[in-house]
């Protein structure tokens, strides 16, 4: 069963850290380049950083600097450490692969709510 498993997001305030994980199903998820996305009320959702199955790192650029994505090719799991958080970071972050739909078309798992104070 193809599953994509968000968690890790809750309530942080202005320039407070979060830490997120998705556990991924599937034999060849090491060789997949996973990514974080995130989509905010009201708005499409975008792309925020991305990880190939060697390591490399891609962001976007209104979270250069402040988050870091990872990844435990061993537990099928990628990361996303987002640090000095903003209120525009507010979002539902989804976990899936660049592009999205390689493991399963047009699924996307349930997500994980962000929410930052001011």
């Known amino acids: 069963q193809v599953q994509l498993v968000e968690s890790g997001g809750g309530l942080v305030q202005a320039g407070g850290s979060l830490r997120l994980s998705c556990s991924a199903s599937g034999s060849t998820f090491g060789l997949k380049t996973m990514g974080w996305y995130r989509q905010a009320p009201g708005k499409q959702r975008e792309w925020v950083a991305a990880?190939?199955?060697?390591?490399?790192?891609n962001y976007a650029d209104s979270v250069k600097g402040r988050f870091t994505i990872s990844r435990d090719n061993a537990k099928n799991t990628v990361y996303l450490q987002m640090n000095s958080l903003k209120p525009e970071d507010a979002a539902v972050y989804y976990c899936n692969t660049v592009p999205p739909g390689q493991i399963k078309s047009d699924y996307w798992g349930q997500g994980t709510q962000v929410t930052v104070s001011s």
């Open positions: 990880i190939s199955g060697g390591g490399s790192t």
